[in-house]
């Protein structure tokens, strides 16, 4: 397994944007696809985005397409999530997860998640 830890959250204003960090440690990182999740006070967790072990490959919500990007870099064990043109309603805990699989949209198939880190925007 990998451990991760997310970093970069806070409180914005709508229309601003915030980088989402998550480092990993442990092996073999560029073995496990990799996601972010989110969750919403009173909502159940809802996938955002994932990327390939590569990271030639990239899922997004629909509700983040052309607003937020996934990449990776293996080389330093870190993927990030850029969040532009935010939303009220991207307020919510955001949760860096591993995955043994190459590419996946569901939470059940990572293994290793994060902490998280909230993100709130104002309108």
């Known amino acids: 397994q990998v451990q991760l830890v997310e970093s970069g959250g806070g409180l914005v204003q709508a229309g601003d944007s915030l980088r989402l960090s998550c480092a990993a440690s442990?092996?073999?990182?560029?073995?496990?696809?990799m996601g972010w999740f989110r969750q919403a006070p009173g909502k159940e967790r809802e996938f955002v985005a994932a990327i390939s072990r590569s990271g030639t490959t990239t899922y997004y919500a629909d509700s983040v397409k052309g607003r937020f990007t996934i990449s990776r870099d293996n080389a330093k064990n870190t993927v990030t999530l850029q969040m532009n043109s935010l939303k009220p309603e991207d307020t919510a805990v955001y949760y860096c997860a591993a995955s043994r699989l190459a590419l996946s949209k569901l939470g059940d198939e990572y293994d290793s998640w994060g902490q998280g880190t909230q993100v709130t925007v104002s309108s």
């Open positions: 442990g092996r073999a990182f560029s073995s496990y696809g």
